[in-house]
T-cell receptor, first 112, second 115 residues
Framework: AQKVTQAQTEISVVEKEDVTLDCVYE???????LFWYKQPPSGELVFLIR??????QNEISGRYSWNFQKSTSSFNFTITASQVVDSAVYFC?????????FGAGTRLTVKP | GAGVSQSPRYKVAKRGQDVALRCDPI?????LFWYQQALGQGPEFLTY????????KSGLPSDRFFAERPEGSVSTLKIQRTQQEDSAVYLC?????????????FGQGTRLTVV
């Protein structure tokens, strides 16, 4: 069963626009972790953020911010003032046990 | 090295051929994962090692897939009698410990093309 859903397959924005990438997850565990990874064209997955299930505080890191809402099982990612270098595929992931399950990813294209 | 290293980066195999993909995790990392990423898809979990013990192999798609980590460091993913549907990028990741809270560090992957 799909445990992480990223409904947006592709998003295209113009530079300096804000963009939000959606992530909805499914779990029966009370303890779990959520992650966002970026996959640039080079292919390597780059870690962006980790959030545990007991910490619903939103987080901001530079132009990046994350909104975690347990009530809706969502962990959305916003890029403010997007830049061309933000173009990549972004993956949301859920870690409940030893493994880490990924969504299908959202391809973000930022045009100059 | 400083990161997770995978080799080869690219592999072309004829259908029916056996292949072996290597992963060098970050030194000292206890946990090691293999993922399969088909074109346009997210990484799909294959198997997990804690040191040399393979604790979860539920994601291996068939008995043609076999993974090992005999000394708890380097791991090899072997695919026997490759088929076209095995074409994908195979990603390896390692974690320092066994807890859920640590990030996984990924290699650049091996792109396998079966012709």
């Amino acid at each position: 069963a799909q445990k992480v859903t990223q409904a947006q397959t592709e998003i295209s924005v113009v530079e300096k626009e804000d963009v939000t990438l959606d992530c909805v997850y499914e779990t029966r565990d009370t303890t779990y972790y959520l992650f966002w990874y970026k996959q640039p064209p080079s292919g390597e997955l780059v870690f962006l953020i980790r959030r545990n299930s007991f910490d619903e505080q939103n987080e901001i890191s530079g132009r990046y911010s994350w909104n975690f809402q347990k009530s809706t099982s969502s962990f959305n990612f916003t890029i403010t003032a997007s830049q061309v270098v933000d173009s990549a595929v972004y993956f949301c992931a859920l870690s409940e046990d030893n493994d880490m399950r990924f969504g299908a990813g959202t391809r973000l294209t930022v045009k100059p | 090295g400083a990161g997770v290293s995978q080799s080869p980066r690219y592999k072309v195999a004829k259908r029916g051929q056996d292949v072996a993909l290597r992963c060098d995790p970050i030194s000292g990392h206890v946990s090691l994962f293999w993922y399969q990423q088909a074109l346009g898809q997210g990484p799909e979990f294959l198997t997990y090692f804690q040191n040399e013990a393979q604790l979860d192999k539920s994601g291996l798609p068939s008995d043609r897939f076999f993974a090992e980590r005999p000394e708890g460091s380097v791991s090899t993913l072997k695919i026997q009698r490759t088929q076209q549907e095995d074409s994908a990028v195979y990603l390896c990741a390692s974690r320092p410990g066994t807890g859920l809270d640590t990030e996984a560090f990924f290699g650049q992957g091996t792109r396998l093309t079966v012709v």
